[in-house]
């Protein structure tokens, strides 16, 4: 038999039960849309988590200084110790595994140029932290050791800080003010976007160490220390060290706790992903699932449809049809039935994703291989749940069927 009239039959003898050939349709449309949404929202994530790395910096560690405990006997304002110092930094800077150390001291204050004024996150820190935490040089430089020496009042600007107070584009080398203090733009950053909190890493001011502690803030502690290390695989190694020397430097008080916190960002991120993962492994499993409902379905369908067509099945065989010809017309009925279904799945799939990034602005990405997957399940669907239909259908003895009739 050609293949066009073979098509045809097939189509024709799932569209005489157009109730059961929906409902099969429809369930593998589910299964297959579950598993492309749960693919295109697992590669959106890892992507995001991907831009998160290299937002925060190569192989990043924080010390902050640690929660004030609120006491329960007596009032207390919660915050935060002021235990960090500079010299943490340089004993951090030699620790074994950890390839530059810098301190930070942060707060917000308002910036003014001329008649414009925002507020800029200020971050008084040492040349080291540009590569630390990733960010590049758009025009003019960095801070460099002299100006930390001097105390400087010397400042490099966010994108963001930089376009707003001068719009024009030309910031290096103009005076700004910040409490009144007047300072000389020596450079601007490149953009970089949010940060993993949802911070906005655009919006520094960035400034030397000694300066903002001696005319901006007026502190000797640090806000935070940014360590990086060698490799990502030296990272826990790397944080576990740090935690040791600064609690010996710092020795925890009667209660044993700590006055610090460790951040380990890649263990934090390795969290997120396994989570991700998790995620998606139970979407991706209850689309398998509804796929199985599917291919039980297609074992149904057919199932019925062998017995509803036993005399055509024996007038075919009558009149010179192999065996293998019966076989064939019932698996390519059993495939039509899955492609159709996979075809409405991914249209299903592709609006459910679109939804998504609408409605709750999630990252989303093209799940190449969900595509794949999900052609090669919904194949091996038709092949497995219509085979023993066909098989049944072609064994079937002409004399019988006729006389059935």
């Known amino acids: 038999m050609r293949p066009t009239r073979s098509l045809r039959l097939s189509v024709r003898a799932i569209g005489a039960n157009p109730a059961r050939a929906a409902l099969v349709l429809a369930t593998i449309g589910v299964g297959v849309a579950s598993i492309v949404t749960a693919s295109a929202l697992g590669t959106g994530a890892e992507r995001e988590v991907a831009?998160?790395?290299?937002?925060?910096?190569?192989?990043?560690?924080?010390?902050?200084?640690?929660?004030?405990?609120?006491?329960?006997?007596?009032?207390?304002?919660?915050?935060?110790?002021?235990?960090?110092?500079?010299?943490?930094?340089?004993?951090?800077?030699?620790?074994?595994?950890?390839?530059?150390?810098?301190?930070?001291?942060?707060?917000?204050?308002?910036?003014?140029?001329?008649?414009?004024?925002?507020?800029?996150?200020?971050?008084?820190?040492?040349?080291?932290?540009?590569?630390?935490?990733?960010?590049?040089?758009?025009?003019?430089?960095?801070?460099?050791?002299?100006?930390?020496?001097?105390?400087?009042?010397?400042a490099v600007l966010g994108a963001r800080i930089a376009e707003a107070l001068f719009p024009d584009g030309d910031a290096v080398g103009r005076e700004l003010r910040l409490r009144g203090v007047p300072f000389q733009v020596i450079g601007t950053l490149a953009?970089?976007?949010?940060?993993?909190?949802?911070?906005?890493?655009?919006?520094?001011?960035?400034?030397?160490?000694?300066?903002?502690?001696?005319?901006?803030?007026?502190?000797?502690?640090?806000?935070?220390?940014?360590?990086?290390?060698?490799?990502?695989?030296?990272?826990?190694?790397?944080?576990?060290?740090?935690?040791?020397?600064?609690?010996?430097?710092?020795?925890p008080g009667r209660d044993g706790r700590d006055d610090f916190d460790v951040q380990n960002t890649a263990r934090q991120i390795g969290r997120r992903r396994q989570t991700l993962g998790l995620l998606d492994g139970v979407t991706t499993g209850l689309g398998a699932i509804t796929?199985?409902?599917?291919?039980?379905?297609?074992f149904t369908l057919m199932w019925l449809s062998v017995a509803d067509r036993t005399s055509e099945i024996g007038l075919r065989l009558a009149v010179g049809a192999t065996q293998a010809a019966i076989l064939g017309q019932f698996l390519a009925e059993a495939a039509l039935l899955t492609i159709a279904g996979w075809i409405a799945g991914i249209a299903a799939g592709g609006v459910a994703i679109a939804a998504l990034a609408t409605a709750t602005r999630w990252p989303i990405g093209i799940p190449l291989d969900a595509l794949g997957s999900s052609t090669a399940l919904s194949l091996a669907t038709a092949l497995i749940a219509g085979s023993a239909p066909a098989i049944r259908a072609a064994r079937i003895a002409p004399v019988e069927a006729l006389r059935g009739a």
């Open 191 to 251: 953009p970089k976007g949010a940060a993993a909190d949802g911070g906005d890493e655009d919006g520094l001011l960035v400034m030397p160490i000694a300066t903002a502690m001696r005319r901006v803030f007026n502190r000797s502690s640090i806000s935070a220390i940014f360590a990086s290390a060698v490799d990502a695989g030296a990272m826990d190694d790397a944080g576990d060290a740090v935690a040791r020397l600064v609690r010996v430097r710092h020795r």
């Open 291 to 298: 796929m199985l409902a599917g291919g039980a379905g297609v």
């Open 51 to 154: 831009q998160t790395m290299s937002t925060l910096g190569t192989n990043l560690i924080v010390v902050r200084p640690a929660q004030v405990p609120r006491l329960v006997n007596r009032r207390a304002i919660a915050g935060r110790v002021t235990t960090l110092l500079p010299g943490d930094v340089e004993a951090i800077a030699q620790v074994r595994g950890i390839a530059a150390a810098a301190p930070g001291i942060d707060g917000a204050a308002r910036a003014k140029a001329g008649g414009t004024a925002v507020i800029a996150s200020i971050m008084g820190t040492t040349p080291a932290f540009l590569g630390i935490r990733g960010y590049r040089v758009q025009a003019g430089r960095f801070l460099e050791d002299d100006d930390g020496a001097e105390a400087r009042r010397v």
